[in-house]
């Protein structure tokens, strides 16, 4: 049924979190999203630049970003209980992220302010097509460390996200101590960094894109034999995300296959964050992985018809009433 305007539910998704947080199971705690959390600085560009290339943009557009507060984001409009643990700046730009964050009903009380960075930033070029180039500015993501990490209760959270945007080590150390406290530990690889072999058993789910996948597994076949490679070495479940495909998983559950509806995109920024989260999300309210990943390619279809990141992520009511109609 793609594209449909989703603009008026969207505008209006915190009206429908109650309702749908009241079928999740009653005892499942919340998620956890460990990770970055960005302002996105937006060129408008009618082709990408090439290699030491100038082209002049149309626009510039401030938005919220950073793939642990995408993540974040797009759970909790999905409908799950959120809370976000990351570092941002004592600036301008952290009040607004802080803000933004809480707006959407996400639990902060894990988010460090530092007056020692500025807050995390990425520099965005989106061509006429959609497609992006991304450089990405820690900042404060950087002062994420492990004491940080060792002082979090991860016995109070279901289900805990990591991406690689903060430093690696806090990641392994997060992974750990989640598993320790029994949480399902979801992986979102990216940027691609190699992974320490003892990490890998760590990970119930690794949701990298094709691209990251091939670079973990240092296997140049095909998708089954690279996602076979990770699996060999102790994740339980690699869900692929293949853009404009859908998404592909193998792992315990077998071979899932779910293919994306055709849409014309305008931005595809965040989109991966918006299939992560809202997969985390409906696998918290304990969903399976084949109901979860069809959600979550269903709202990252969603995401790419409006720019931005966290600004294009439908709500549970535009996920459910797609799905419906589809």
Same mark, same amino acid.
């Given at each position: ?36 959390? *960005? ?15 100038? +082209? &002049?943009?149309?626009? $510039? ?8 507060? *995408? ?11 959120? /809370? ?21 009903? !996400? @639990? &902060?009380?894990?988010?460090?302010? #530092? ?5 995390? #930033?990425?520099?965005?070029? +989106?061509?006429?097509?959609? =497609? ?19 002082? !979090? @209760? ?9 991406? $690689? ?11 750990? =101590? ?18 320490? /072999? @003892?990490?890998?058993?760590?990970? @119930?789910?690794?949701?990298? *894109? ?13 998708? /089954? ?7 060999? =070495? ?67 279809? $969603? ?24």
């Amino acid at each position: 049924m793609l594209p449909y305007s989703v603009l008026g539910a969207r505008a209006s998704h915190r009206a429908f979190l109650p309702f749908f947080r009241c079928f999740m199971t009653p005892d499942v705690k919340s998620l956890l999203v460990v990770g970055s959390a *960005n302002v996105d600085l937006v060129a408008g560009v009618d082709r990408l630049p090439a290699e030491g290339e100038t +082209v &002049l943009g149309g626009s $510039l557009t401030q938005f919220a970003g950073g793939k642990g507060a *995408n993540q974040a984001v797009a759970a909790a409009r999905a409908g799950a209980s959120v /809370a976000f643990a990351g570092c941002v700046g004592g600036d301008a730009f952290g009040d607004w992220l802080s803000e933004g964050l809480a707006r959407e009903g !996400i @639990d &902060l009380a894990l988010l460090r302010r #530092t007056a020692d960075r500025p807050s995390g #930033t990425a520099l965005i070029a +989106v061509d006429r097509g959609g =497609r992006n180039q991304i450089v990405v500015i820690p900042g404060a993501n950087a002062a994420v460390d492990e004491n940080q990490i060792e002082a !979090i @209760d991860f016995g109070r959270h279901g289900t805990v996200v990591f991406q $690689l945007e903060v430093p690696a080590a806090s990641v392994w150390l997060g992974l750990r =101590r989640a598993r320790e406290a029994g949480c399902r530990t979801i992986l979102n690889p990216a940027p691609a960094a190699e992974i320490p /072999a @003892d990490v890998f058993p760590l990970i @119930d789910v690794l949701v990298p *894109n094709e691209h990251e996948l091939r670079l973990l597994s240092g296997n140049a076949g095909s998708v /089954a034999d690279s996602a076979g490679a990770l699996l060999a =070495r102790g994740v339980r479940t690699v869900v692929v995300t293949m853009g404009p495909a859908g998404a592909i998983a193998f792992g315990e559950s077998g071979t899932i296959e779910v293919p994306a509806p055709a849409v014309e995109a305008v931005d595809t920024t965040g989109a991966g964050d918006a299939f992560t989260g809202v997969l985390a999300a409906t696998l918290a309210a304990g969903a399976d992985l084949a109901s979860a990943m069809k959600r979550a390619v269903c709202a990252a279809s $969603l995401s790419v018809l409006s720019p931005g990141a966290q600004a294009s992520y439908p709500d549970a009511a535009s996920i459910e009433a797609e799905l419906t109609a589809g």
